[in-house]
């Protein structure tokens, strides 16, 4: 029988702080990994914190500004001391300033494939000589619908999300050899601090259910399975794939 118990592992979440990282976060924990919780809010943190410790599970909150390429690898060391060595990276933390093409900037250009697109690399690039040693490792990274679709006002965004793809694909042929896995998960339309413009006009997101062939918007209890399957040994086989967690969206 598959084996998706993670007793034993340790996780780091980035974006832990609020939607899809903070469920991520707490799904890894009640399946048994000690996780370690990064973020921006202190406040956020801690109440994620206490969400997990209330499971009887373990957790750690680890204060810190991702964008900040330079501070990478000391932020790696620091997300060692509570648990011992990273086994889960899950990237989730990122941003969407929704601006139109003609309001694009240098700066909000490069804040956004900064944060989206280089510091999963450069944060999985730390982690991955312990892993080695391990000879066995988990990197979920989060796509978008905008992997592959175009949405209005999603250029940056959408540019960031489509090099996540090929990120993942190419971590995966980088690292796989060595026991470590790289996949990402693609999530439909979920009621996160994100998608909050898109979750306050009703008419469009019931226009956003009808697309999915389930027949509603995701909700965040549904990135439980998939973030448990990912991360534990019942997904040896799997890598370098994107997986769309959109309840039929892309499928129509």
């Given at each position: 029988?598959?084996?998706?118990?993670?007793?034993?592992?340790?996780?780091?979440?980035?974006?832990?702080?609020?939607?899809?990282?903070?469920?991520?976060?707490?799904?890894?924990?009640?399946a048994?990994?000690?996780?370690?919780?990064?973020?921006?809010?202190e406040?956020?943190l801690?109440?994620?914190?206490?969400?997990?410790?209330?499971?009887?599970?373990?957790?750690?909150?680890?204060?810190?500004?991702?964008?900040?390429?330079?501070?990478?690898?000391?932020l790696?060391?620091?997300?060692?001391?509570?648990?011992?060595?990273?086994?889960?990276?899950?990237?989730?933390?990122?941003?969407?300033?929704?601006?139109?093409?003609?309001?694009i900037?240098?700066?909000?250009?490069?804040?956004?494939?900064?944060?989206?697109?280089?510091?999963?690399?450069?944060?999985?690039?730390?982690?991955?000589p312990?892993?080695?040693?391990?000879?066995?490792?988990?990197?979920?990274n989060?796509?978008?619908?905008?992997?592959?679709?175009?949405?209005?006002?999603?250029?940056?965004?959408?540019?960031?999300?489509?090099?996540?793809?090929?990120?993942?694909?190419?971590?995966?042929?980088?690292?796989?050899?060595?026991?470590?896995?790289?996949?990402?998960?693609?999530?439909?339309?979920?009621?996160?601090?994100?998608?909050?413009?898109?979750?306050?006009?009703?008419?469009?997101?019931?226009?956003?259910?009808?697309?999915?062939?389930?027949?509603?918007?995701g909700?965040?209890?549904?990135?439980?399975?998939?973030t448990?399957?990912?991360?534990?040994?019942?997904?040896?086989?799997?890598?370098g794939?994107i997986?769309?967690?959109?309840?039929?969206?892309?499928?129509?």
């Open positions: 029988m598959a084996d998706f118990s993670l007793t034993g592992k340790v996780a780091l979440v980035t974006g832990a702080t609020s939607g899809i990282g903070r469920r991520q976060a707490l799904a890894l924990a009640q048994g990994a000690a996780v370690v919780l990064l973020g921006r809010r406040a956020q801690q109440e994620a914190v206490a969400e997990i410790e209330a499971v009887k599970a373990r957790a750690a909150a680890l204060s810190a500004d991702l964008s900040d390429r330079d501070q990478l690898p000391k790696a060391e620091r997300a060692m001391v509570p648990f011992g060595s990273i086994d889960i990276l899950i990237n989730a933390a990122g941003m969407n300033l929704r601006q139109p093409a003609v309001e900037t240098l700066e909000s250009w490069d804040m956004t494939l900064n944060l989206n697109l280089a510091v999963p690399f450069f944060l999985a690039r730390e982690l991955i312990a892993m080695e040693v391990n000879g066995w490792g988990r990197i979920i989060i796509a978008s619908l905008q992997s592959s679709r175009a949405f209005p006002n999603g250029l940056a965004y959408g540019a960031s999300k489509g090099g996540i793809s090929q990120l993942t694909r190419a971590m995966a042929e980088a690292w796989s050899r060595h026991g470590i896995t790289c996949n990402a998960i693609a999530p439909g339309f979920f009621p996160t601090e994100l998608t909050a413009p898109v979750y306050k006009d009703p008419d469009q997101l019931d226009k956003l259910a009808a697309q999915t062939a389930i027949g509603r918007n909700e965040l209890s549904d990135l439980d399975g998939l448990v399957f990912l991360a534990s040994p019942a997904s040896d086989y799997i890598t794939q997986i769309h967690l959109d309840g039929g969206f892309t499928a129509k």
